[in-house]
């Protein structure tokens, strides 16, 4: 059972680099979710989705960017990395359709790194 | 506005002892949900419990319970008999939207378990 896949679990940019993390799961979950991990912060929600072709802003949206072409797919770009932009990226998905108990099943993490 | 609080950054239990991790909420909601999770090292997020707000009985999973007092927005993590392996960081989240995935965090609190 593959559940939620992250790509890559580890990257290095320098500063003004792009890249996109990539997150692909196969339960035919409708809701995904971006987070991010900083120290002593907990987890942050930067982007989510409801469904094919909806996204919308999170808690922490400035500097990145979603698209849900797919159930499966939900990419997160970095559109000009900053070393603010450090931090572990948790990509999440859940069944949603309307009920508040439906846990999210996380990715394994993207550990990224800006210098 | 939607708030998770979780005061206590680390707690130490001793090996076959129970432990209390709290975790006190803000939401002006009647409907919402309350979820544990755990992050061992290795950096994963394990979902561990659920409490919904309508919720009668306090939520029970093996090992783990929920002592859910609605009145006080408290929905503390009780851990029985804890072993070498629960030593890890937990999260409390909440969840109020049922139109989206959407999850607020506390910052967690680090559990050692020592012998």
């Known amino acids: 059972n593959a559940g939620v896949t992250q790509t890559p679990k580890f990257q290095v940019l320098k500063t003004g680099q792009s890249m996109t993390l990539q997150c692909a799961q196969d339960?035919?979950?409708?809701?995904m979710s971006w987070y991010r991990q900083d120290p002593g912060m907990g987890l942050r929600l930067i982007h989510y989705?409801?469904?094919?072709?909806i996204t919308d802003q999170g808690e922490v949206p400035n500097g990145y960017n979603v698209s849900r072409s797919t159930t499966e797919d939900f990419p997160l770009r970095l559109l000009s990395a900053a070393p603010s932009q450090t931090s572990v990226y948790f990509c999440?998905?859940?069944w949603g359709q309307g009920e508040v108990n439906t846990e999210a099943f996380f990715g394994q993490g993207t550990r990224l790194t800006v210098v | 506005a939607q708030k998770i609080t979780q005061t206590q950054p680390g707690m130490f239990v001793q090996e076959k002892e129970a432990v209390t991790l709290d975790c006190t909420y803000d939401?002006?909601?009647?409907?919402?949900?309350l979820f544990w999770y755990k992050q061992p090292s290795s950096g994963e997020m394990i979902f561990l419990i659920y409490?919904?707000?309508?919720?009668?009985q306090n939520a029970t999973e093996g090992r783990y319970s929920l002592n859910f007092q609605k009145a006080r927005k408290s929905a503390n993590l009780v851990i029985s008999a804890s072993q070498l392996g629960d030593s890890a960081m937990y999260f409390c989240?909440?969840?109020?939207?049922?139109?989206?995935?959407?999850?607020?965090f506390g910052t967690g609190t680090r559990l050692q378990v020592f012998p």
């Open positions: 999440a998905s859940s």
């Open positions: 939401t002006s909601d009647q409907s919402y949900g």
């Open positions: 409490q919904g707000s309508y919720d009668e």
């Open positions: 989240a909440m969840r109020e939207d049922y139109n989206t995935d959407k999850l607020i």
């Open positions: 339960m035919n979950h409708e809701y």
């Open positions: 989705s409801v469904g094919a072709g």
